[in-house]
C-alpha cells in the first residue's frame, strides 16, 4: 500500500513538475496567510505585488475567508495543483499543514513560512525580528526614556501567550543587565489584551508606587489603556509606556506624548521577502548564516530558520503612514 | 404503482440537471482557467472534496428528517480527539491496528454523540435545531475544556497513507468519500430505515399513524449522522496528522447549502444522496477553479452563493408544479 502511494506520488510529482515546463518560464509565487481581508495581510499583499512587479515574477496571495486551518490546506493543494514554484505560507497551525507541505516538496516546489519557526516540512522559515531581539528593542527604549531610573511594572496579555512572554522576558534581562537599579514593582500582570484592566492596572500602580517610571506593556491593548490612565493623572513624559500597539488605535497618544513608543515588525516587508526569497530558491541560490540579504539585511540562520533584525518603530513620525496602511 | 414510476423519473430529472449544472461549471472553468482541465487539479480536488463531503452528508440526513444537525463539525472535532487520544496513549508503536482502531473509535463516539441528540430530539420533543445547537455549543466546550484549546498532534506514519496518500491513482480519502455515499445511497434507497426517515421527515404524525416508530427513526437518523461525522473527524485527522477543536468550523454552514442545492426540501421528506454528490462536485470545482484564476477566496463565497440562488430559481417551477 505505502509502496503504491509513494509510486503515485512519484507520477504525481513528475506530472506537476513538467506542468510549468510547458506554461512558461516566468515563476509563479503563491502565499497563502491566515485570513484576507485584515489590515495586516492588506499590507502583505501590497507588499507581495510591489516586489513581484519589481522582480517580473508571477505572485499572489491567497487569503482564506476564515482562520479554520482546514481552509489553508485546501488553498495549498489548488496551489500544488497549479504547479506553483514557490509556497509562502503563514500558518494559522503549523501542525495541520506539515502533511500537504510534505507533499507540496515532494512534488519539488520550493516551501517558504513566516512567523513559523517549528515547522518542520519547508525550505525557509523567516522571522523579521527575532523574539529576543523585539524584546531587547523594548527595553533600550524603555531605557533611555527613564533614564535606567526608578521601579516599572510589565503588562502581558495572558500569562501563558508564549511570544509575549518571551518578549517580555528579553527586556527584562536587558533592564536588569543594563539598568541594574531599576526595580520591577511586582510579577507581570495579564491585562494587555484589555484596555480597561490595563487603565486600572496602571492608576492602581501609579497610587501605590510613586517613583513608578514607567509601563512595559507586550500585548495589543496594554499601551493603549496604560497611557490613558498616564494622561488622565498628567503624567505623560514623567510615566514612560512602551510597548507594541496598533498604530491606528494609538497615533492620537503618541502624538500627545502619552505613549513612549514601540516596535512592531513590518506585513509590507514580510510580503516583500516571500517574493525576494522565493525567487532566490527558484534560481538555486543558498543561503547562509551571517549573509547580507537586500531586504533583510544581516541574518542569522538557525537551521531552517532564518532570522532577521528589522523592528519597525512605532514613533511619532511613523505612526501616521502606518496608520494609513490600516496597521 | 404509476406514482412510483413518476417519482423515480423526477429523480432521475433531478440528478440529471445537477450533472447538467456541473458539466456547466467544469466547462466554463476550462475556458477561464488555465491548465484546468489537467489530471493535478482532479486529483487535488478529489482530495479536498471528502471531508466537506461526510460532513454534508451527516447534515443531510437529518434535513431529510425534517431536522438539523448544527453539532456535525464539533462532533467530528471530538470524535477525531477521541481517536488521537487512545492512538498516542496506546497504539504509537502498534503500526497498521492504530488505523482500523482509530477508525472504529471515531465512527463509534459519533454514534453514541448522535444517538443522545436523536433520543434529546426525539424524547424531550424539543426542536432540532435547538437541540444540536445545545450540543454544538457542549461539545466544544468539552473539547476545549479537554485539550485546553490546543492540538492533539503526531500520529503514527500510518496515518498519512489515509490522508494523503492512493490508491491506483484515486485519492484514498476520495475512496472512503464514495464508499460512504454507496453506504447512504444504499440505507436512504433501499432500506426499511431510509423509507421510514423520508415518511417521518414528510410527516410524523402520518408516520405515526401508519406505525412507524418515529422516536426510534430519530435515535437512528441522529445516530448515522453523528457516525458519519466521526467519520469526518477521523479522515480530518489522517489529513492534518493533528486535531484541534475547531477544525472545519468553517464547514457547517456550507454543508446546509450544498444539501439545499441538491434538493434537499427545507421542510423535510424529500432529497436524494446521489445528486448531492453531484452538487458536491460542482462546489468544489467552483472552488478550485476560482483559486486557479488566482481570484480571491471571497470571491470563490460570492460565485457559490450565486450558484445556490440560480440553481433554486431554475428549480423552483418545477417543484411547485408537484
Known sequence: ?327 | MRNLSAKWSGDRIELAAMFAFLAAVILFFSIAAPNFLSLGIFRSMAFQLPELGLLTLAMFIPIIAGGLNLAVTFSANICGLAAAFVVQSALMNHGIVAIPAALLISIFTGLVIGMLIGAMVAYVGAHPILVTLGAMILLRGIGETVTRGGDISGMPDVFEVIGHGSLFGIPVPMIIFLAAVGLCFYIMQFTKLGFSIHMVGSNPKAALFSGINVNRVLVWVYGLSGALSGLAGFLMLTRFNSVRVGHGESYLLITILACFLAGANPFGGFGRVLPLAVGLISLQVIASGMNLMGASQHLATVAWGAFLIVVMAVRAPFQTKS
Open chain 1, 1 to 327: 500500500m505505502k509502496a503504491f502511494t509513494k509510486i503515485n506520488i512519484g507520477i504525481a510529482a513528475a506530472l506537476l513538475a513538467s506542468a510549468p515546463v510547458l506554461a512558461a518560464a516566468e515563476t509563479t509565487i503563491g502565499v497563502v496567510v491566515k485570513q484576507g481581508g485584515s489590515p495586516w495581510f492588506n499590507a502583505m499583499e501590497m507588499g507581495i505585488d510591489q516586489e513581484a512587479e519589481a522582480l517580473g515574477v508571477n505572485a499572489f496571495m491567497v487569503g482564506p475567508t476564515s482562520n479554520d486551518p482546514a481552509l489553508q490546506v485546501r488553498a495549498i493543494e489548488d496551489l500544488i495543483a497549479r504547479g506553483v514554484d514557490v509556497i509562502g505560507v503563514v500558518p494559522n497551525d503549523a501542525q495541520v499543514l506539515e502533511p500537504v507541505l510534505e507533499r507540496a516538496r515532494a512534488a519539488g516546489i520550493k516551501v517558504i513560512t513566516h512567523e513559523s519557526p517549528d515547522t518542520v516540512n519547508n525550505d525557509y522559515n523567516f522571522e523579521l525580528v527575532s523574539t529576543e531581539d523585539l524584546g531587547i528593542a523594548h527595553g533600550e527604549l524603555f531605557a533611555n526614556a527613564t533614564e535606567c531610573k526608578g521601579s516599572y511594572a510589565v503588562y502581558v496579555g495572558g500569562l501563558t501567550v508564549p511570544a509575549q512572554n518571551a518578549w517580555a522576558d528579553a527586556a527584562v534581562d536587558y533592564l536588569t543587565e543594563h539598568c541594574p537599579d531599576m526595580k520591577q514593582v511586582s510579577e507581570r500582570f495579564g491585562v494587555a489584551e484589555s484596555v480597561d484592566d490595563s487603565r486600572n492596572t496602571t492608576l492602581d500602580l501609579i497610587r501605590a508606587h510613586p517613583d513608578l517610571s514607567g509601563i512595559l506593556a507586550f500585548g495589543s491593548q496594554g499601551p493603549i489603556g496604560a497611557a490613558r490612565a498616564v494622561q488622565e493623572r498628567g503624567l505623560s513624559g514623567d510615566v514612560a509606556v512602551v510597548g507594541l500597539f496598533s498604530a491606528g488605535q494609538g497615533r492620537r497618544l503618541v502624538h500627545e506624548g502619552a505613549i513612549t513608543g514601540g516596535f512592531v515588525w513590518s506585513p509590507l516587508e514580510a510580503g516583500k521577502v516571500f517574493v525576494q526569497l522565493g525567487q532566490m530558491l527558484v534560481e538555486g541560490k543558498e543561503i547562509t548564516d551571517g549573509e547580507d540579504l537586500p531586504l533583510l539585511g544581516q541574518i542569522k540562520l538557525e537551521g531552517n530558520n532564518i532570522y532577521a533584525n528589522k523592528p519597525l518603530a512605532l514613533t511619532e513620525e511613523s505612526v501616521d503612514g502606518l496608520a494609513e496602511l490600516g496597521l
